[in-house]
């Protein structure tokens, strides 16, 4: 935090500021509640074009001091009232909340609990995972080798902003409140634990922990539905001046015939051992692919852009039925790995699909699965088999 002068805010004043934010709030009390602009945050879960409206309204009715005060801030700071415990009301918490006290718009805002849960949620056209890791891995470095602070009272103590609400705007915060609601009310979202897949007993090995993870993705969707599905798992570009993410594409004929293995019960588990050890291989090498540059996605992705921004018809391919089956991602996936965090997540890409937040770890593995009504917790459970069925297929090749 940056002062008038240019200077950092000492870190006990920064510390007194949020003490005085949260006494205010308990002094609030109940009485909070029936102030229809504490729930504005909400506007900002709409489309962007209703939400554009919305804030011209505002913007018009004697707002705009408060909308650049909230402009001018590199991120949010969410002071959030619940006290969530198991993994998957935390994720929900940190996902979207209850969508009243987050502001949306910003590039990340930065949620803690009171019961002390912190994560940050991001918004996802500004940048990927990597920088947001980097982050994670400089606060979590910082913090824990410092004592705690004293809280030092604020220079300035921090003061409420104001709202002056046109008279569509208690009824459109209503109105995005239920529809808020109704869009997380059509989410199931679980969280899969499971000790026999951790980073040390994979590499022991000899195979990608990473690979063996995907392809466990792929076995359970195999056993669930009965094919192989379209799978996006990120591959980050860093590596390139510009450079964002590229696809991994996991499904592949190699991971189909290892799913297919497993789900055949006359085949032998020395034979099931080979062929995962052949599918994770061959992610290892499409992985290397992506990470160089060399993978196919965001080559299609700019051709199709350069012939839609020309007006002239897309290329055949693109019409194909093959290509709509790719582009349509049934298994969402990314993974960070860093001691900073214990878990993340996001939301399903489209109704059919299979949202996978993931990490593998020295003491075993994690996944969120999450979905529009798609039996996230059958998935969960057939992801859970399915690791321990690889774990003891591995076990008997070693």
Not at 54 to 80: H, P, Q, Y
Not at 187 to 196: A, G, I, K, N, Y
Request: proline share 5%.
């Amino acid at each position: 935090v940056i002062d008038e002068a240019g200077e950092v805010a000492p870190l006990p004043q920064l510390l007194g500021a949020v003490q005085a934010i949260i006494d205010a709030d308990r002094r609030a009390g109940s009485d909070a509640g029936s102030d229809a602009s504490l729930g504005i945050g909400v506007l900002t879960s709409l489309p962007r074009d209703e939400w554009a409206a919305l804030r011209t309204a505002l913007e018009e009715g004697d707002n705009l001091d408060t909308i650049n005060t909230i402009d001018s801030a590199l991120f949010a700071v969410c002071l959030d009232r619940s006290s969530p415990e198991d993994h998957a009301a935390v994720n929900r918490c940190m996902l979207h909340g209850d969508g009243v006290d987050r502001w949306l718009d910003k590039s990340f805002q930065l949620i803690v609990t009171a019961n002390g849960k912190a994560a940050v949620n991001f918004e996802h056209s500004w940048g990927d995972g990597v920088a947001v890791l980097r982050f994670f891995n400089e606060v979590f470095s910082a913090s824990s080798a410092m004592a705690d602070p004293p809280s030092a009272p604020p220079a300035d103590l921090p003061c409420q902003l104001e709202w002056a609400l046109p008279p569509q705007l208690p009824s459109a915060i209503a109105d995005a409140k239920s529809r808020f609601a109704a869009t997380v009310d059509s989410t199931e979202l679980c969280v899969m634990m499971s000790d026999d897949f951790t980073s040390g007993k994979l590499k022991a090995c000899k195979v990608s922990p990473d690979g063996m993870m995907q392809m466990a993705f792929q076995l359970a969707h195999m056993r669930m539905h009965g094919y192989s599905a379209s799978t996006y798992e990120s591959a980050s570009t860093a590596a390139f001046k510009h450079g964002r993410t590229e696809t991994i594409r996991s499904a592949t004929p190699d991971s189909a015939a290892m799913a297919a293995a497993f789900c055949n019960p006359a085949v032998s588990d020395s034979e099931r051992a080979r062929l995962m050890r052949k599918a994770v291989a061959n992610h290892s090498r499409i992985t290397r692919e992506a990470l160089m540059g060399k993978g196919f996605d965001r080559h299609l992705f700019a051709l199709r852009a350069l012939a839609l921004s020309r007006g002239s018809a897309l290329p055949p391919l693109f019409e194909t039925a093959a290509y709509r089956t790719l582009s349509k991602i049934i298994i969402s996936t990314s993974t960070l790995a860093s001691d900073a965090i214990e878990n993340g997540g996001f939301g399903p890409v489209n109704s059919d699909c299979y949202a996978v937040g993931y990490g593998i770890r020295d003491e075993g593995c994690m996944a969120q699965v999450m979905s529009y009504g798609r039996d996230s917790e059958g998935f969960k459970d057939c992801l859970f088999n399915a690791i321990k069925d690889m774990s003891h297929v591995m076990s008997l090749s070693e």
